[in-house]
């Protein structure tokens, strides 16, 4: 059975934030460049809540995991 086919929009979805497009590019530029010794999980802006199904998608290498990696990435580039 293939895993299913995530993307930004839906993982801001799952985080329950703004996942029109503006929004999305509106959160990435605020919040970065991140420094690189700091992990996207560990941010300050996120919940508790947030930061658990973070944590929890990459630890157990979930369906989610390659789209967070892909958010972290961009949080740590500068724009």
């Not at 930004?8 to 590019?25: H, N, T, V, W, Y």
């Not at 530029?29 to 991140?34: D, G, K, L, R, V």
Request: negative net charge; proline residues 5%.
């Amino acid at each position: 059975m293939d895993s299913p086919i995530h993307d930004l929009k839906g993982l801001f979805d799952q985080l329950g934030l703004d996942s029109s497009e503006k929004a999305i590019d509106d959160f990435i530029a605020s919040h970065s460049p991140m420094p690189f010794d700091k992990k996207l999980i560990d941010a300050e802006f996120w919940t508790p809540q947030q930061a658990g199904f973070l944590k929890k998608q990459l630890r157990e290498d979930a369906d989610w995991s390659r789209v967070v990696d892909d958010l972290n990435l961009r949080m740590h580039q500068v724009h």
